[in-house]
T-cell receptor, first 117, second 109 residues
Framework: NAGVMQNPRHLVRRRGQEARLRCSPMKGHSHVYWYRQLPEEGLKFMVY????????ESGMPKERFSAEFPKEGPSILRIQQVVRGDSAAYFC???????????????FGEGSWLTVV | GEDVEQSLFLSVREGDSSVINCTYT??????LYWYKQEPGAGLQLLTYIFSNMDMKQDQRLTVLLNKKDKHLSLRIADTQTGDSAIYFCAESGYQKVTFGTGTKLQVIP
């Protein structure tokens, strides 16, 4: 049973380009979370999605960032017109149910490291 | 909103015990967690505790929860160099998990 798969693991983009980060949840998981870890900082919640629905996007920057979790295929975090401040590690996590109900059933991927030059 | 705070750095000698502390603000938290992150890697769930418990022990790890003071701690007995990492405290409320800033544990041989 493969874990949460993220790709690419490392991505370099020039300022103004677009970055797309993909996350395939664990088999049987229908809930996906994205977190951002800035250098020397903790993890900040960005967005919580179920299949075809955004449930909570309170941590997403208002501009340039979007996320989706289609019926088929991985969840995508899209960053348009990247700037240097977007350089960070982006972690995806998945769970089969609401994280607060079953506690330990949230699993993290290995992260995607975005560098904007 | 929810807030989770930790000290940023802890240094201990190999073989000593490490105690990493965390405070949180959400009184409706149902689970509290400790995650470990090694350099360049994702987060590994170490242990968790349900909010109606006050202690949980798992091999070298002991978690203490003071719900009244909203204080959580992780004790690592007989700390080894392989324990060097960043440790994140987290709490789960409705729909999402909120993380602290992480405590970087340095183990001195």
């Amino acid at each position: 049973n493969a874990g949460v798969m993220q790709n690419p693991r490392h991505l370099v983009r020039r300022r103004g380009q677009e970055a797309r980060l993909r996350c395939s949840p664990m088999k049987g998981h229908s809930h996906v979370y994205w977190y951002r870890q800035l250098p020397e900082e903790g993890l900040k919640f960005m967005v919580y999605l179920q299949k075809e629905n955004i449930i909570d996007e309170s941590g997403m920057p208002k501009e340039r960032f979007s996320a989706e979790f289609p019926k088929e295929g991985p969840s995508i975090l899209r960053i348009q017109q990247v700037v240097r401040g977007d350089s960070a590690a982006y972690f995806c996590a998945s769970s089969p149910e609401l994280s607060g109900t079953l506690g330990n059933t949230i699993y993290f991927g290995e992260g995607s490291w975005l560098t904007v030059v | 909103g929810e807030d989770v705070e930790q000290s940023l750095f802890l240094s201990v000698r190999e073989g000593d015990s490490s105690v990493i502390n965390c405070t949180y603000t959400d009184s409706s938290s149902t689970y509290l967690y400790w995650y470990k992150q090694e350099p360049g890697a994702g987060l590994q769930l170490l242990t968790y505790i349900f909010s109606n418990m006050d202690m949980k022990q798992d091999q070298r790890l002991t978690v203490l929860l003071n719900k009244k003071d909203k204080h959580l701690s992780l004790r690592i007995a007989d700390t080894q160099t392989g324990d060097s990492a960043i440790y994140f405290c987290a709490e789960s409320g409705y729909q999402k998990v909120t993380f602290g800033t992480g405590t970087k544990l340095q183990v001195i041989p």
